[in-house]
């Protein structure tokens, strides 16, 4: 990265989570507080700045002038047992996690950077169980949330329900991806699972809402090498002038 940017850690209180949140925050390399910034706000954060180099993305974007002023917040997971019972729609934790999306950081982040305030502005980002709850949080509170980055959702017949009963599709904007090598993927609990007939069956139930969508298949399998390979070009549109 030719011009390094601020990282920094932040912690945020969550009253429906019960505990402290910590976020990682990246400011780019020509944040001035005298200008407004969208938000990229990603779920796997540690995962995304260590494997996706999303803040290098980000960078090598704005040097060429193709996307808007944009500043990356990272939410990392404790562990894997954190992470399913906050992401996939059936934990513990999941509604409550929404909550604190939508009710909790999205007031913080705005008091805390110089942000547009309104929902086109607020970018999520997530892989897997993360682009799951990513789109689940925009469903949920589509006037925070205008934008998704779906990387290989998990995707069942509970989501695509959510995805009929939803009633303000022109609201969000969503680009999806998922990998031709998708069709037997083992998931953390063991599980074999075909993601690319269920991503298909997504993209068609997102169409028939009619919401605004991009939509890609590439040959590529549920791992970080696709997931990277795949970013300049998601944040180069979605993050676009």
């Known amino acids: 990265m030719k011009n390094k940017g601020i990282m920094k850690e932040l912690t945020v209180k969550s009253n429906f989570l019960h505990e402290h949140i910590d976020l990682i925050v990246y400011l780019p ?3 001035t507080p005298l200008y407004k910034y969208q938000l990229l706000i990603a779920q796997d954060g540690q995962d995304y700045f260590n494997f996706g180099k999303i803040a290098s993305v980000v960078e090598d974007l704005l040097e060429k002038e193709v996307i808007n002023p944009t500043i990356i917040i990272g939410i990392p997971y404790q562990d894997t047992y ?70 290989s959702p998990f995707v069942n017949d509970k989501i695509i329900e959510k995805i009929r009963d939803f009633k303000e599709s022109y609201l969000i904007e969503i680009h999806h991806t998922i990998g031709k090598n998708e069709e037997n993927v083992l998931t953390t609990d063991q599980k074999v699972i075909d993601f690319l007939s269920s ?43």
């Open 82 to 151: 954190d992470r399913k019972n906050k992401y996939h729609i059936d934990g513990d934790k999941h509604n409550e996690y929404i909550r604190f999306l939508g009710e909790e950081l999205v007031p913080f982040l705005d008091k805390e950077f110089p942000t547009f305030q309104v929902g086109s502005s607020r970018i999520l980002i997530g892989d897997s169980l993360g682009a799951t709850v990513s789109l689940l949080s925009a469903l949920s509170y589509p006037n925070s949330f205008g934008k998704i980055i779906l990387q």
């Open 29 to 31: 390399s020509n944040f």
């Open 199 to 241: 991503n298909r069956a997504l993209q068609q139930a997102l169409k028939e809402k009619t919401f605004r969508t991009t939509y890609s298949e590439d040959n590529g399998n549920h791992t970080w090498t696709y997931w990277q390979s795949e970013l300049p070009e998601l944040l180069r549109k979605t993050l676009s002038i």
